[in-house]
């Protein structure tokens, strides 16, 4: 709010924006409006700040388990390997699934005999 002496006509600010030193840069615009309806003598000050939200912190989601390939070349690894993944697709796979739901059996099949070998 400011104000207006009556003998001096000279405006005095007894209001003010109070904001941190980090934000005085979102502050965009402060001014006095002066009422246009009555003759008085006290003026609104006003600001116009423009703030963003805080951002939250949020939690990676864990990926996918690396195989490892390094064991490729032990043959009695690869005899499990194959095992495993034969005994995988023959519980998983049906005559009359579509492609995609096919594909997608294969896929987890492959991949997780590949995590537990």
């Given at each position: 709010?400011?104000?207006?002496?009556?003998?001096?006509?000279?405006?005095h600010?007894?209001?003010?924006?109070?904001?941190?030193?980090?934000?005085?840069?979102?502050?965009?615009?402060?001014?006095?409006y002066?009422?246009?309806?009555?003759?008085?003598?006290?003026?609104?000050?006003?600001?116009k700040?423009?703030?963003?939200p805080?951002?939250?912190?949020?939690?990676?989601?864990?990926?996918?388990?690396?195989?490892?390939?390094?064991?490729?070349?032990?043959?009695?690894?690869?005899?499990?390997?194959i095992?495993?993944?034969?005994?995988?697709?023959?519980?998983?796979?049906?005559?009359?699934?579509?492609?995609d739901?096919?594909?997608?059996?294969?896929?987890?099949?492959?991949?997780?005999?590949?995590?537990i070998?």
């Amino acid at each position: 709010m400011s104000w207006r002496h009556p003998r001096s006509r000279r405006w005095h600010q007894l209001d003010f924006v109070i904001t941190r030193r980090a934000d005085i840069g979102s502050v965009l615009l402060t001014r006095s409006y002066h009422s246009a309806d009555c003759d008085t003598d006290h003026a609104l000050v006003a600001s116009k700040v423009c703030k963003t939200p805080k951002r939250l912190h949020h939690l990676k989601k864990k990926g996918r388990l690396r195989i490892n390939a390094s064991c490729v070349s032990h043959l009695e690894k690869n005899q499990q390997f194959i095992s495993r993944l034969e005994n995988a697709l023959s519980k998983g796979v049906t005559v009359d699934d579509t492609i995609d739901s096919k594909w997608l059996c294969l896929r987890d099949a492959v991949y997780n005999t590949a995590i537990i070998t």
